[in-house]
């Protein structure tokens, strides 16, 4: 059984000896499924928190008390490695994907090239649409590399909702009045999502690579390492496979 923790917040450095897990927000079922499994197969559990990589970069800056770091962009956990703040330079674990949705009942419609984006732009029904904040979510980022090149991002001005990561940018897509948004793919295979939504997977050459990579704290524990040495078995990594992840490496 996973142990919940709240998104994106600091947990108590307490006696508590389940390890406290910081974890990209796209994330949220592959991980589950994964620290579930490992918890039946091993008896130890792990606490997960799901949030933006950024802001986690930052908390881990300061010595949150994190014992693993799974972050969406490798680039943040190399950077606490060049800082010195973990055991080594990590290992990449996954590479993810971005989708478009809309919330059944919108106008907008959906497919890969954004066509329906474009033309739901141009009869001025799109009032708001949802990605994850770029200033500090991976997948925010790539989700404005691909409304440039499709140059869908001066028009969508003053239209943007941002959210704090990219499980929240999901919530704002498909309710509270939103048209549509970018996503992380992992997140629209949840069957809850088919019931209140529509998809459509983004090329993966429209924008960067989302080349995540997970390093353990230097106040990494016994069981925190045994966690990071399980996500990378055969396993674990068909699990992350099932919710729309590549592995690294892989063809994609």
């Given at each position: 059984m996973v142990a919940p923790a709240a998104a994106q917040s600091v947990p108590n450095p307490g006696p508590n000896p389940v390890p406290n897990i910081a974890a990209a927000a796209d994330l949220r079922l592959a991980l589950t499924?994964?620290?579930?499994?490992?918890?039946?197969?091993?008896?130890?559990?792990?606490?997960?928190?799901?949030g933006?990589?950024?802001?986690?970069?930052?908390?881990?800056?300061?010595g949150a008390p994190f014992q693993l770091f799974l972050s969406a962009d490798e680039d943040y956990v190399l950077a606490l490695a060049k800082a010195g703040k973990t055991v080594d330079r990590g290992t990449p674990y996954a590479i993810g994907r971005l989708a478009v949705v809309a919330p059944k009942g919108s106008s907008m419609q959906v497919d890969s090239n954004l066509a329906g984006l474009r033309a739901a732009l141009r009869a001025g029904q799109i009032t708001r649409f949802a990605i994850a904040n770029p200033a500090h979510a991976p997948y925010g980022k790539r989700a404005e590399e691909v409304l440039r090149r499709g140059q869908l991002w001066e028009p969508l001005t003053g239209k943007l909702v941002l959210g704090e990561n990219v499980s929240q940018a999901l919530q704002f897509a498909t309710a509270g009045g939103a048209q549509g948004g970018i996503v992380a793919y992992?997140?629209?295979?949840?069957?809850?999502?088919?019931?209140?939504?529509?998809?459509?997977?983004?090329?993966?050459?429209?924008?960067?690579?989302?080349?995540?990579?997970?390093?353990?704290?230097?106040a990494a524990g016994p069981v925190a390492q045994r966690f990071y040495r399980y996500i990378q078995q055969p396993a674990a990594r068909r699990i992350f496979v099932r919710h729309g992840f590549a592995l690294p490496g892989e063809a994609r």
């Open positions: 499924e994964v620290a579930a499994a490992f918890t039946r197969d091993t008896g130890q559990k792990v606490s997960l928190t799901f933006s990589s950024g802001n986690f970069y930052r908390q881990l800056q300061q992992s997140l629209v295979l949840d069957p809850a999502f088919a019931l209140r939504a529509r998809y459509a997977l983004i090329p993966a050459a429209w924008h960067r690579p989302l080349r995540q990579r997970m390093v353990l704290m230097k």
